[in-house]
């Protein structure tokens, strides 16, 4: 089971950066982020798994690649932002964090014209 070593590394990780913080706070970062990065590594498998079951399930259904290829891409850049930002903040540096949750947003919302017009079109041709 995954999460009883993510929550064992969390934990341990935990308090190695407890006591950094007393004595080196600029090693604490880059603990921090170790930690951050092991735990998303071992979530990485898990994460391409999902994603090829669900294009199979698209492929079955008959969704456009596009489509399909352009939700991915929009929940990995969520969390991947996410993912930084989280790490600024772990850091001490808020209005970094909130950049790049901004840039992260702007970035969403360009890869989600397509679909957005898409839809649009689509109400438009069902409305008289």
């Known amino acids: 089971m995954e999460i009883v070593q993510i929550v064992g590394i969390g ?6 950066l407890l006591i950094l913080r007393r004595q080196k706070p600029e090693i604490a970062v880059l603990a921090g982020t170790a930690a951050g990065a092991v735990i998303f ?11 090829d079951l669900l294009e199979e399930y698209a492929a079955r259904a008959d969704i456009s690649p596009m489509y399909f290829t352009a939700v991915l891409k929009i929940t990995g850049i969520a ?5 930084g930002a989280e790490i600024c ?25 397509p679909i957005i017009t898409s839809l649009l079109d689509l109400v438009l041709k069902i409305m008289p």
């Open 79 to 83: 969390y991947i932002a996410e993912f």
């Open 89 to 113: 903040r772990d850091a001490g540096e808020g209005a970094i964090a909130a950049k790049i949750e901004m840039a992260g947003k702007v970035i969403i919302i360009a890869l989600a014209v």
């Open 11 to 16: 934990l341990v990780s935990t308090v190695i």
């Open 41 to 51: 590594m071992i979530i990485a498998a898990k994460l391409s798994a999902v994603a």
